[in-house]
């Protein structure tokens, strides 16, 4: 049974439970890295490039030609950078940075897999990987290794909760409800706000996408936006409240204690932003085709800190644009349209969840494999979609002089 286009399907032979686990594999790799793969000087690159070759030879170069419009448009973007910069794009990387974190990564997301094997073999390593954040002494890790870390379980931890309200099966539910206490309960320890932010993103679409009328969804989302502005009305008496009431049990909650500190000291951003100033200022200098890839981090050394102000100050316009489209239209016929499968829809909130959210925050989207995954199902929902448009009006059209 195919769930949405060519290559996403419910069938379940050793092919395809190969490409599955592989596509696994590149979702959680910072874990398996971090925990183990390190001590034998195995970093993400050469698993990335393995399971490239490997994916390659297994599927005969079979994939989805979907991913061609991403390549092309970003080949586009590299040439642009290599007339404005030069030799800087090349001395940082970027190149083989989006090879290995992008290309592989998509390439083994448009082979043919199955979703649900996917997320198994996600839970099963969150599972054998459980001891890990157990183990680790958070007094002896730095902010920045924090932060990496909780990026890399809410992987994790997102995929848990997934288990846990989706599953059937009642020894899987409590293997996620296991596994999200335990990466949550860690993640809130690293006081990663991104990350605890990540989780709640996907809770709340998960149960907007579970409300079946449109006039239902809209009044959830109108609550949604409700309790937001409240809260962030009312952010430091909330947190303040929080604190009381924890410590009337005699908890001490470092995540409500760091926001607390940051509400006091105005500063709430980190610093972001006056970044965020200056990547758009970077735009409005040249807001059609951009400055190029790792222009800000060029001059400063840093990263954009925000994936839609990176996008706009290197690529301009031109790139912008139709990788927001994509983006918008994608998310927003998950929401509304009937014709996908809902696993695929669960699937690809999962995605959203575990990417977008890191990279409006921190990181770079050149090193972040998740986020070309997600680009990519994103385009293949839109082509497809698009396709299926255009086909309609042809069909209309030719009836019409018939």
């Known amino acids: 049974m195919i769930l949405y286009g060519k290559y996403i399907t419910n069938e379940t032979n050793i092919k395809i439970k190969v490409n599955s686990f592989f596509l696994a594999v590149v979702l959680v790799v910072q874990v398996m890295v971090s925990a183990v793969l390190i001590k034998f000087n195995i970093d993400i690159p050469i698993v990335y490039i393995c399971l490239g070759i490997l994916s390659v030879i297994i599927n005969h170069y079979n994939f989805d030609k979907k991913i061609i419009p991403i390549i092309l448009l970003f080949s586009f973007l590299f040439f642009i950078s290599f007339l404005l910069l030069r030799d800087e794009m090349f001395k940082n990387d970027y190149l083989l940075g989006f090879f290995c974190f992008g290309l592989v990564p998509m390439y083994i997301a448009s082979v043919k897999i199955n979703i649900n094997e996917v997320m198994k073999y996600i839970l099963i390593i969150s599972c054998l990987f459980l001891w890990w954040p157990i183990s680790l002494d958070s ?44 990466y949550t309960y860690h993640i809130m320890l690293f ?15 998960y149960f907007l996408l579970k409300i079946k009328t ?26 303040l409240y929080l604190d009381y009431i924890l410590s009337m049990y005699n908890i001490n909650s470092q995540f409500i204690d760091y926001q607390l500190l940051l509400m006091k000291r105005d500063d709430m951003f980190s610093g972001r932003d006056l970044i965020y100033e200056a990547t758009l200022n970077d735009f409005l200098n040249s807001p059609l085709y951009g400055n190029g890839v790792g222009y800000y981090y060029v001059l400063s050394g840093s990263y954009a800190h925000n994936l839609f102000l990176q996008l706009l100050s ?41 990417s977008i959210p890191k990279l ?43």
């Open 214 to 239: 449109r006039k239902f969804k809209l009044l959830y989302l109108l609550l949604i936006c409700l309790f937001l502005f409240l809260f962030f009305s009312n952010m430091y008496t909330v947190f």
């Open 191 to 205: 006081r990663t706000r991104g990350a605890v932010l990540s989780i709640i993103i996907f809770i709340v679409l």
């Open 314 to 354: 290197e690529g301009g316009l031109i790139i912008s644009i139709p990788v927001f489209f994509v983006m918008g239209f994608a998310m927003a016929y998950v929401f509304v349209g009937k014709s996908i499968d809902h696993q695929f829809k669960k699937f690809f909130l999962y995605l959203f969840s575990i």
């Open 360 to 402: 409006m925050f921190s990181w770079t989207l050149w090193l972040e494999q998740k986020f070309w995954v997600f680009l990519f199902f994103c385009f293949v929902l839109t082509i497809g979609q698009i396709g299926k448009l255009g086909g309609a009006i042809i069909t209309r059209i030719t009836r019409r002089d018939l």
């Open 139 to 182: 007094g002896s890790i730095d902010p920045g290794e924090q932060m990496s870390l909780s990026y890399s379980w809410v992987v994790l931890a997102i995929c848990g909760i997934y288990f846990f309200f989706t599953e059937k099966k009642i020894h899987l539910r409590l293997l996620g409800l296991c596994s999200s206490i335990v």
